[in-house]
């Protein structure tokens, strides 16, 4: 029978998602995965281990904190971990695929938005780093898709694809729980989902400036409320560990847009929350930065015949004189001066600089092509 802790916090899955990152952290483990035996008890795990030829140890206790209170006691080299009640949780190591970058060996990361546009970009080219990679969509077909593409490349288990909703505090709660049960803990969480939806006062309805709003302002708290507590307790139990929260924020939130005040407002406003859950959270070493891309032209988001931002700026009559669509792509690469839009691998390049600089958080880092420079 389960143990009333167990049932306390709603199912084996949930109690196991609460301990595995902190086996994670205690073993200095790249990898924690976890088989669930709700009637496992020390005999048949003592049997489990003997047939099986592993080294293990078992945990037994009333709540959570005494199963916390044995993992600093745990042999280094233990090959499985058994919690009565609950199941097996197994430690490993990162094998480096020749084939990967090892900048992000052993590093767990989740890209909100990852089925299309910047966020699929993003996701692969953190993959391509070593990462393992969870392409969160609410499009659960395309990013089941682009896992396993990920997957072919790479090798099994480098991708998973989880459905998931940032707007919605329950869904995102079982994002960052799939994420434990799959790979042991979380080291990055980009917040990349986003929308637009351009125009002017008199056009702006009220439920468009809300939905922007929800999208790439509150949903940010969301996330980084969840994420952040899978990262704090990894660091209780390894207090030299870091992890980073970054947020894909936008030029625009650097400098006002006109016409595209409800986007610009929510950008705005994400460099405040990056800035304050940088002060709350640096005491765990969770690292909360902004990456402000200039404009990715050749993503859906713009490019999109029927519902992007150069379609949407051409009707919102935003660029003055422009009659097609090429007319307002033109004034936009014009106020580059690398001519060039920005692209995933751009923004790849400095989310990996913020994972591997230990002393930069709170920040809002440009990758303009020089569009905005700041003071």
């Known amino acids: 029978m389960a143990k009333q802790w167990i ?7 949930k109690a196991a998602a609460r ?5 994670r952290a205690a073993l200095h483990a790249d990898f924690v995965c976890f088989s669930a035996m709700p009637d496992l008890d020390a005999a048949s795990f003592a049997s489990a281990c003997r047939n099986g030829g592993l080294t293990g140890e078992f945990l037994e206790g009333a709540d959570l904190e005494a199963i916390y209170a044995q993992l600093p006691k745990l042999a280094q080299d233990v090959q499985t971990i058994g919690v009565g009640g609950l199941g097996c949780f197994a430690p490993k190591q990162a094998t480096p695929a020749a084939s990967r970058d090892q900048r992000l060996c052993g590093k767990v990361a989740i890209v909100t938005g990852s089925a299309q546009g910047f966020g699929d970009g993003i996701a692969r080219e953190l993959a391509a780093r070593g990462a393992c990679v ?16 990920l997957n072919a490349t790479y090798g099994a288990s480098v991708a998973i694809a989880v459905k998931a909703d940032v707007t919605n505090e329950a869904s995102v709660e079982a994002l960052i729980e799939q994420t434990v049960l799959a790979f042991g803990g979380l ?14 006062l008199e056009e ?12 790439n302002y509150t949903a ?13 307790l990894q660091h209780r139990f390894d207090p030299e560990r870091y992890a980073d929260i970054v947020q894909i924020n936008s030029k ?3 400098d006002g847009s006109n016409k595209n005040f409800a986007y610009a407002g929510s950008k705005f406003g994400g460099i405040g929350l ?3 859950f940088a002060k709350e959270l640096v005491e765990h070493n969770v690292k909360v930065n902004a990456i402000c891309p200039g404009n990715y032209y050749e993503g859906p988001l713009w490019s999109d015949p029927d519902k992007g931002l150069f379609v949407q700026y051409l009707n919102a009559g935003k660029i003055p004189g422009a009659k097609t669509v090429a007319d307002v792509r033109e004034s936009y690469v014009s106020k580059v001066p690398m001519r060039k839009g920005c692209s995933p691998l751009d923004v790849a390049r400095a989310i990996c600089y913020c994972v591997e600089q230990e002393n930069e958080t709170g920040q809002a880092i440009p990758v303009t092509g020089g569009q905005i420079m700041l003071a």
């Open 204 to 215: 702006m309805s009220l439920a468009d400036f809300e939905l922007v709003t929800k999208i």
């Open 220 to 232: 940010f708290f969301i996330c980084t409320k969840y994420a952040s507590r899978v990262m704090k």
């Open 7 to 13: 049932e306390e916090l709603g199912s084996v899955e």
């Open 252 to 254: 625009s939130g650097l």
């Open 19 to 23: 301990i595995a990152p902190a086996i």
């Open 274 to 276: 990056v800035q304050s």
């Open 187 to 200: 080291d990055l969480f980009v917040s990349n989902a986003g929308i637009v939806r351009a125009g002017s």
């Open 134 to 149: 969870v392409i969160a969509d609410l499009n659960d077909a395309l990013a089941q898709k682009n896992a396993d593409e």
